[in-house]
Structures are given as structure tokens and as C-alpha cells.
């Protein structure tokens, strides 16, 4: 079994004249939620296995906060910038073909509408739009990475922040 779990970034500043979309950091209220939802997450799925993360400021920080509520050290966390952009699939496995055929876990920080689009394909079930600090977790029956397929993986958690804390 394989799965893969993507986190939405946490709520984050508005943009100032000067400042990049890319920049933007966590509200404080972004980092609480997004804390909560990581234990959240923990009580569920004890292993978020590899972490890898969009190199924009909320991502990363979203990715940082849950490293350090599973115990996993910063510098394990890994930066891809191609989840900055609007990633389709095929970006997605290049991406996930670095991973480990040990690893059966990975845990993905970034951006919507990409994230809801990209669990819709592999979903057999339709999955609602991510709000920030949403999390939803796939679960492929294949032993290997190169085993997920369009429509092939079932939801196995959704949470919400509202509804969650």
C-alpha cells in the first residue's frame, strides 16, 4: 500500500505592494491552525513519511510546523519547486519517483486549486476543494510509486480545520 497526502498551506498574510505572492508568510492564526491540524493528523496516521513542499514562504512554513510536530528535522524536509506551479499528474510522479520504494508514505505541502484537481484524479471518490490547512490522505493498493493511477486511490481521511478543531 501506498499513500500519498496533501496539505494545503495554512492561512497566510496578504500581499504588500513590493512583496511576492511567493514571499507571503503564515498569519499567526495560519500557524495555530495548521499546528492543530498536524496533531490531528498524528493521532490518525502515526508516519507522514517523506515530506515534500512548494518553495513558496506558507508552504514551506505549513511543511516546517508539521516536521516538527512528528519529530522529523528540518532539513529532512524537502523542497520541489515544481509544486509552486500548477502541477498536473505527470509532474506529480516525476516528482514522487524520487521517492524511496521503502517509503510508503508521502506527504505533500502546497497550493489549491492543484491539490483538490490532483486528488480528484487519483480519487475514486470525489474529494472537496482543500481549504487552507486541509489535509486529505490517498490510499493506493500497489507496492510501488510507479503503481498510482487515475482513479485508483480511495480517500482514507479528510479533515477540515472547522470541522476538525
Known amino acids: 500500500m501506498k499513500r500519498v497526502i496533501f496539505v494545503r498551506h495554512g492561512q497566510a498574510e496578504e500581499g504588500t ?3 511576492s505572492d511567493f514571499e507571503r ?8 491552525v495548521s499546528r492543530q491540524m498536524a496533531v490531528k493528523m498524528r493521532e490518525k496516521i502515526k508516519d507522514p513519511g517523506t515530506l515534500i513542499t512548494s518553495p513558496a514562504f506558507r508552504a514551506y512554513e505549513t511543511a516546517i ?3 516538527g510536530v512528528n519529530g522529523i528535522p528540518y532539513d529532512k524536509v524537502i523542497l520541489r519547486n515544481i509544486l509552486y506551479l500548477n502541477i498536473d499528474s505527470k509532474s ?4 514522487i519517483s524520487f521517492v524511496s ?3 510508503d508514505t508521502i506527504t505533500l505541502f502546497g497550493h489549491n486549486p492543484t491539490f483538490t484537481d490532483l486528488a480528484n484524479y487519483f480519487c475514486t471518490e470525489p474529494v472537496e476543494s482543500l481549504p487552507k490547512s486541509g489535509i486529505v490522505s490517498l490510499v493506493f493498493d500497489t507496492r510501488t510509486w510507479s503503481g498510482l493511477k487515475p482513479d485508483s486511490a480511495r480517500s482514507e481521511l479528510y479533515l477540515k480545520p472547522k470541522k476538525t478543531i
Open 17 to 19: 505592494p513590493g512583496m
Open 25 to 32: 508568510s503564515l498569519t499567526h492564526k495560519g500557524k495555530d
Open 65 to 67: 510546523i508539521f516536521a
Open 92 to 95: 506529480l510522479m516525476d516528482i
Open 101 to 103: 520504494e521503502d517509503a
